[in-house]
C-alpha cells in the first residue's frame, strides 16, 4: 500500500523515526486541498502514543481538507545542514502518513491540548492551563493516527555512524 523508501541504506530506523518525531517542535501537514490542488500547512505538534495532535482554529483551508480526506502526510525536518563545498545538505527527516480526526470529545480535546502545551511550555503548568481554559471553546483538536512512517538521513551521516 505504500510505497518502499528506494535508498534503503538511508532509512533511519523505528526508534531513530520516533526520537526526531518527539524531538522537533514543527512539521508540515499536507491535506487535499481545494480544486485538487494539495495544501502543505506549518504547524506546532506533539507526539504521543502512535498519535500526532496539533491545534487549529474550528475553520479554514486545513479543516476543509480534513473533512473532504482523512488520509493526510506530516513530515519533520530534524536536520538540514548544507554543505556548499559538497554540493549537499545533511539532513535528516522523518514522513507520516496516516488519517486525521477531528476530536469531538471535550475530555479528549483536553488532554490532546495538554500534552501539546505540556511540549512547548513544560515549565509553567499554572500558566499553561489557564491559557487553556481561556481558549478552551475556541480550540480545534486533531489528531492523526499514523499508519505509516519513514525517516532518511544523508548518507554522509549514514556513514558516520559506522
Not at 65 to 85: M, Q
Not at 99 to 121: F, G, Q
Request: aromatic fraction near 10%.
Amino acid at each position: 500500500m505504500f510505497r518502499e523508501m528506494l535508498r534503503k541504506k538511508q532509512l533511519l530506523s523505528e526508534e531513530e523515526s520516533l526520537y526526531v518525531l518527539r524531538k522537533c517542535t514543527s512539521g508540515v501537514l499536507a491535506v487535499s486541498g481545494d480544486d485538487g490542488y494539495p495544501y502543505a500547512v506549518p504547524l506546532s505538534y506533539v507526539y504521543h502514543d502512535s498519535k500526532i495532535y496539533f491545534h487549529s482554529a474550528v475553520s479554514g483551508h486545513k479543516i476543509d481538507g480534513i473533512n473532504k480526506n482523512a488520509k493526510v502526510s506530516f513530515c519533520v525536518t530534524e536536520k538540514d545542514d548544507v554543505v556548499p563545498h559538497k554540493y549537499t545538505t545533511y539532513f535528516r527527516s522523518v514522513i507520516v502518513f496516516g488519517k486525521a480526526r477531528i476530536i469531538e470529545d471535550n475530555a479528549e480535546k483536553r488532554t490532546a491540548i495538554e500534552l501539546l502545551a505540556a511540549k512547548y511550555s513544560p515549565n509553567d503548568e499554572e500558566g499553561r492551563l489557564k491559557e487553556i481554559d481561556s481558549g478552551f471553546k475556541r480550540l480545534c483538536m486533531i489528531e492523526l493516527t499514523v499508519e505509516h512512517m519513514t525517516g532518511k538521513e544523508a548518507k554522509e551521516l549514514v556513514n558516520l555512524k559506522k
